[in-house]
């Protein structure tokens, strides 16, 4: 695992809304995730995960602070061309056939005809989808347009992979089959970061955890010093209690 952070966030504030009634969703957050790591963003719903995730590919701008993706300001060209990028919700169009879809991301990904004809079926059987190429999306359940939206994200084989809710829409074979692909692409060296409210998920895959609650990181350290700090409990009930602790400290 090389010491060159991926991503860099420092002192980063997000805040939407109007001018007089501004929210801020990203309260001064700073961490790294470092290449080669798996790295597990959790917290409670409206904590600021996906506006971070928004802000890690260019979508929300800081107020302050800043964030940067292999060097690069985020969103620009040069950082997004290295990402596989998966929403919260995925929307496809719904006329478009899976092998389709793969190949409009996979073009504008830079890669030919002939590459993607070589990639595109042994992916689909990767996440599940074997025999669904040429099958409309419009029929798609929720776990299978999941499915798709994670053959996306791979399609360019990228270095840095980010999902926002990692498990939405899965059913637990499908679970099953993401983890499957998923620590394969760890022990590859890929380096993954994503937001997910299964914390078993979590506790299965990554190799730190990054918890944030009210905009602000509450705790950053190795899944293993965490589970021991608490005598091998669950990171569920890990997670539960500091948010207990820090609203009864605020």
């Not at 983890?179 to 970061?193: D, M, N």
Request: net charge negative; with cysteine.
């Amino acid at each position: 695992m090389s010491d060159q952070p991926v991503i860099q966030v420092q002192d980063l504030v997000v805040e939407y809304g109007k001018a007089k009634k501004l929210h801020r969703a990203v309260d001064g957050i700073s961490f790294d995730v470092h290449e080669g790591e798996c790295v597990g963003f959790i917290g409670a719903n409206g904590a600021g995960k996906s506006t971070t995730i928004k802000t890690l590919m260019g979508f929300m701008f800081p107020a302050s602070g800043s964030a940067q993706v292999f060097g690069a300001r985020a969103g620009t060209t040069e950082s997004r061309m290295r990402i596989g990028y998966l929403p919260e919700v995925a929307l496809y169009y719904p006329f478009m056939k899976a092998h389709e879809l793969l190949e409009l991301y996979g073009g504008l990904g830079g890669l030919s005809k002939a590459e993607l004809r070589k990639r595109i079926p042994g992916l689909l059987e990767r996440v599940g989808l074997g025999g669904h190429s040429g099958d409309l999306l419009k029929s798609f359940s929720k776990g299978m347009q999941q499915r798709l939206g994670i053959a996306q994200s791979l399609i360019t084989e990228p270095d840095l992979l980010i999902y926002d809710e990692l498990n939405s829409g899965l059913d637990p074979l499908g679970r099953v089959d993401l983890r499957t692909v998923l620590l394969e692409l760890k022990a590859q060296g890929r380096t993954i970061f994503f937001s997910s409210h299964e914390l078993t998920e979590v506790e299965a895959l990554c190799d730190r955890v990054l918890m944030i609650h009210k905009g602000k990181v509450v705790k950053n350290a190795p899944l293993e010093q965490l589970l021991a700090d608490r005598g091998g409990d669950s990171l569920e009930n890990y997670f539960i209690d500091l948010i207990k602790e820090t609203d009864s400290v605020a």
